[in-house]
């Protein structure tokens, strides 16, 4: 089975631009959390999705936005960017063995200019 | 609410045990994790254990779990320079949401 895989791996972007990352999860697993990662704040829980639903969302100004696909492919939308938004974003995909475990991909680098 | 803590730095001789340490506050946890990540990488699930667990052994690893002390525990057997890494403690309580400590940096020496 193949892994989580997220698009694209790298991304630079200018403060004031917008941004679409994407993540697609294990075949079968249907929910997708989003978590950044930063060396001051380490790694937080943006949000996640399940069948198209938003079931949990973290403490993150609403520039910060996500959706889920019928196909279980999730994007994130960073509106507006800041410098602060320079971090690593991670996408894990869950599937139903009933321990819940997260599966993590590579990671979106962004970087904001 | 949730605080996941684990001391930053570790140092290991190649050969010897590593035990990383992690605390954390939310009794309704039902899951802890450890993952690792590799320099440019994401996270790689290590292993985990269910709350209502004392122990789990899984090759060289081994998770001591003391739910009364929320403490949390991994030994890694053997350390490798392979094993050079950060390793993240997570716990899982009753949303959809991992809860993350800072990372514990392992350093393996020759």
């Known amino acids: 089975k193949a892994g989580v895989t997220q698009t694209p791996r790298y991304l630079i972007k200018t403060r004031g631009q917008q941004v679409t990352l994407s993540c697609s999860p294990i075949?079968?697993?249907?929910?997708v959390s989003w978590y950044q990662q930063t060396p001051g704040q380490g790694l937080q829980f943006l949000f996640e999705y399940f069948s198209e639903t938003q079931r949990n969302k973290g403490n993150f100004p609403g520039r910060f936005s996500g959706r889920q696909f019928s196909n279980s492919r999730s994007e994130m939308n960073v509106s507006t960017l800041e410098l602060g938004d320079s971090a690593l974003y991670l996408c894990?995909?869950?599937?139903?063995?009933?321990?819940?475990?997260?599966?993590f991909g590579p990671g979106t680098r962004l970087t904001v200019l | 609410g949730e605080d996941v803590e684990q001391s930053l730095f570790l140092s290991v001789r190649e050969g010897d045990s590593s035990v990383i340490n992690c605390t954390y506050t939310d009794s309704s946890s039902t899951y802890l994790y450890w993952y690792k990540q590799e320099p440019g990488a994401g996270l790689q699930l290590l292993t985990y254990?269910?709350?209502?667990?004392d122990m789990k052994q899984d090759q060289r690893l081994t998770v001591l779990l003391n739910k009364k002390d929320k403490h949390l525990s991994l030994r890694i057997a053997d350390t490798q320079t392979g094993d050079s890494a950060i390793y993240f403690c997570?716990?899982?309580?009753?949303?959809?949401?991992?809860?993350f400590g800072a990372g514990t940096t392992v350093t393996v020496r020759a």
């Open positions: 894990a995909s869950t599937g139903t063995s009933g321990t819940d475990t997260q599966y």
């Open positions: 997570a716990e899982r309580a009753n949303d959809y949401k991992l809860s």
């Open positions: 075949s079968g697993h249907r929910s």
């Open positions: 254990i269910f709350s209502n667990m």
